[in-house]
């Protein structure tokens, strides 16, 4: 059993001794920071690198090597699946994902038909073959959350605000709901695509979800979240869910379905663990703003983060958002070290 | 007794029948949602408006003719002190505050001189004593609290990651001290001004201090937020503390001596009054994005809030956080309405 899994399951590291470190990933752990990312990656759209399986291989692999990491994320981007589908959106450097043509009303549905992973994405599982051979740790495929695929969707770029997809949500929820319908069968789809070509587990990144307060989460977004999660179970591998300023919502989150829960750096792990009175994993949660930091401060915050899990068997140590362009590599080795010297389980 | 007063001090609606109503008032109810404030804006930063007395007064009353809200508060910003001492920082149309030269070393602390508000701010206490004149309900003053004001001084423009100013409170501790020291001497100044001449209320804007885990917030930004909060004590008006993404952090922005805290809209007010033990009033906290829809769904979600504060008398009804420019001001007139009529205190 590798520690990811272990974890995942909260099986204690005494019932599994050959798995018992705490494992370690960091969320956008393939590339901006990596200098040998910035020499493979090319000018133009990340969607191009994506679809060019041996580009996507060797960025997959270049921060297991570099970092010793428990795992593997697949490199690509949660809008992959709707542009392979047609919808209209491309990922600017600099900017972010941008659709010329925003989601705006039930034609635009349209744009989101069925995908169909063998001839949308093929290059998703001949990559997902490709790493689980040679990389010697298991991968994490993921998808996009109802919310945050939606404010990309509506929004037509990234959002402070979320003024127009709120706007769409509350106003029209019959469309609302029909656009999550969309998005999370296509999510459906893509996961369990990335589990017959070899993930060993997945995350749904609704990384904007927190921009709900649980009551409007529990009506708007959750129904989609869970079926989601639901339709990848018997899979039977372990599913995360991840979002920032989910603080409120991290019991709903836990309810849709999922093993893990991911908790940004605001919320101390032991926090998250009484809010979901336990029944779920947990990943994170360092602030990423330390990773361009030193490491005399880096060592103190990674104790802290392990001394308030305390132990507990089901901790994923991570970040608590994603690494950060001018985030230090030499320093998140040093924490994948640290982690492993000193994590208990 | 008014009744923003009554219901800060969580006097009961039974003992002030005069001022038994559920006062309302929305962050940033001046601005540019108001075409009558547009008319009298002009071109340029907002920085010369607010040092226009007969301007900065009307924009204030603006929102209470308008909308029949229960406070005024000044037109200004939370730069404006530290502008007026000379440091170096300007208020960009469509981007917010940035400075040319941010600050980076100790050599920049005396760039932050002592604030004297009658020879630095004088048009402050002016405008103040003419809204209290002509307004009728009470004046709200601010001040910026010490992260957020931080933040833009050390990044130099709005930021969505706070990566130099968390390396420079993590990095170098004894300087962040220092910066905090001088914004909190200008808070302090700046607030006892504003109460000297009229305010009777006033609110620290920590709008970003969210940013922060709880331990952090502790060590780095509680001390600082205590003393701003404990040397305006004597003046005997309430202080409301307010940021976003605080959910973690309410109880102890509560501890700083707050008698008010805002909520912003993630954290339902029933769970914020359990954090903080009912020992504060809470202000909020309506999702600012639905001021950009209807009056259906609008009116839902006003009486969500009423009902999850269920008729407790330390509400202080307002947004989550801001008003946008987009924001509709039918609705918001419509909100201060409803509120009025079926709020229960």
Not at 21 to 43: I, K, N
Not at 64 to 78: F, H, K
Not at 212 to 217: A, G, K, M, Q, T
């Amino acid at each position: 059993m590798f520690p990811l899994l272990r974890a995942a399951r909260q099986i204690p590291g005494s019932e599994a001794p050959e798995a018992a470190t705490v494992p370690v990933w960091f969320m956008r752990q393939a590339g901006r920071s990596l200098p040998e990312y910035r020499e493979v990656r090319g000018e133009g759209t990340i969607l191009h690198v994506i679809a060019d399986t041996d580009r996507a291989t060797e960025i997959t692999l270049q921060p297991v090597r570099r970092y010793g990491v428990d795992a593997a994320i697949l490199y690509s981007d949660i809008v992959t699946p709707v542009w392979a589908v047609g919808f209209g959106i491309d990922i600017v450097p600099g900017v972010g994902p941008m659709c010329e043509h925003p989601f705006e009303s039930a034609a635009d549905l349209e744009r989101l038909r069925p995908l169909e992973p063998d001839i949308d994405l093929p290059y998703q599982a001949e990559t997902i073959k490709n790493v689980v051979t040679d990389g010697g740790v298991p991968l994490i495929g993921f998808a996009g959350g109802p919310f945050t695929l939606a404010s990309y969707l509506v929004e037509g770029r990234p959002s402070r605000t979320y003024t127009k997809v709120k706007a769409l949500m509350f106003g029209q929820p019959d469309l609302w709901h029909q656009l999550c319908e969309r998005i999370s069968d296509i999510a459906i789809a893509t996961l369990r695509a990335q589990v017959a070509a070899g993930a060993s587990m997945v995350q749904l990144f609704d990384s904007w979800a927190g921009a709900l307060r649980p009551e409007h989460y529990t009506e708007f977004v959750l129904p989609h979240a869970t079926r989601i999660l639901h339709e990848v179970a018997d899979l039977g591998v372990p599913r995360t869910h991840f979002g920032i300023n989910t603080g409120e919502l991290l019991p709903l989150m836990a309810d849709a379905g999922a093993d893990v829960i991911g908790v940004d750096w605001r919320t101390p792990l032991s926090v998250a663990r009484q809010r979901t009175g336990g029944r779920v994993a947990l990943q994170g949660n360092l602030d990423p703003a330390l990773t361009t930091g030193t490491w005399d401060v880096m060592q103190r915050e990674v104790r802290r983060v392990l001394a308030d899990n305390g132990g507990n068997p089901g901790h994923i140590f991570n970040l608590g958002h994603g690494v950060m362009p001018e985030s230090d590599p030499g320093l998140l080795k040093q924490v994948v070290e640290l982690v492993h010297e000193e994590g208990t389980c």
